[in-house]
């Protein structure tokens, strides 16, 4: 009986110096895809993106401006400047376009495709060989018995954080 106490008594032990152990080291990961070097890189500026394309819808312009802000500021550590910014990113909304994507039995159009593109410049003066000039496109499907005014704010809105993302993987992320 004596002995069971004692193994009784070891495997307590053990689990305690186990659960104490565990609760002590903690891994902690950080995925939001910036890897940038602090010591070289400390500013950004990013310029309006003004609306080049002949089809406009006048929200998006800041809806875009906004989200591409928030996410440099949410996901590093840079400051954002005005003028000569150690990274700098600048462009135009050049396409903002619909058209059918798809036809029912009757003929008529059952789905509509927009379609939103932007052309960005990025200039690393840290690094010039990361410097691009690249255009970014996004597309969303509506059912084509909705009219574009009731759905253009969510579907230009989910285009545009597509968008941020691809932008933000192209110039900081160096995935």
């Given at each position: 009986?004596?002995?069971i106490k004692k193994m009784f008594k070891s495997r307590i032990v053990y689990m305690l110096s186990?659960?104490?152990l565990l609760a002590a080291c903690s891994i902690?990961?950080?995925f939001?895809?910036?890897s940038i070097d602090y010591t070289k890189t400390k500013t950004i500026q990013i310029s309006q993106f003004p609306i080049r394309s002949a089809y406009v819808w006048a929200p998006m312009q800041a809806i875009f401006n906004n989200q591409l802000t928030d996410v440099f500021s949410r996901q590093t550590k840079l400051k954002q400047v005005n003028r000569n910014g150690d990274l700098q990113i600048s462009g135009e909304i050049v396409e903002y376009s619909q058209f059918n994507k798809a036809v029912s039995a009757d003929g008529y159009s059952s789905q509509v495709q927009l379609k939103m593109t932007v052309n960005v410049r990025f200039v690393n003066n840290?690094?010039?060989n990361e410097d691009f000039e690249q255009k970014f496109s996004a597309t969303s499907l509506y059912d084509a018995s909705q009219q574009l005014?009731?759905?253009?704010e969510d579907l230009v809105?989910?285009?545009v954080k597509d968008l941020v993302d691809q932008i933000?993987?192209?110039?900081v992320a160096n995935w």
């Open positions: 009986m004596d002995w186990c659960a104490v902690s990961y950080k939001n895809g910036a840290a690094n010039h005014t009731a759905v253009q809105t989910q285009m933000f993987n192209a110039t």
